[in-house]
């Protein structure tokens, strides 16, 4: 794996530097998180919730 990330009901992405499984066996990611593409769904998702960008797919909901 070269990257990971993990996304909430908070809608927040979060960058995985690794795994570590029951056994105690471990696996790194090749790129420190965030990484490029954590990076790049982390503020595409920063920008539909502020409104930067327009929501093409009415995921959005603005309350007034």
Do not use: R
């Not at 066996?25 to 409104?51: H, N, R, W």
Request: charged fraction near 15%; glycine fraction near 10%.
């Amino acid at each position: 794996l070269s990257e990971a990330f993990a996304c909430g009901t908070a809608a927040v992405i979060t960058g995985i530097n690794n795994f570590v499984f029951e056994s105690g066996a471990t696996i790194e990611m090749k790129v420190p998180a965030p990484g490029a593409v954590t990076s790049k769904l982390y503020k595409y998702l920063q920008d539909l919730q502020f409104g930067a960008i327009a929501d093409t797919h009415g995921w959005t909901t603005v309350i007034d």
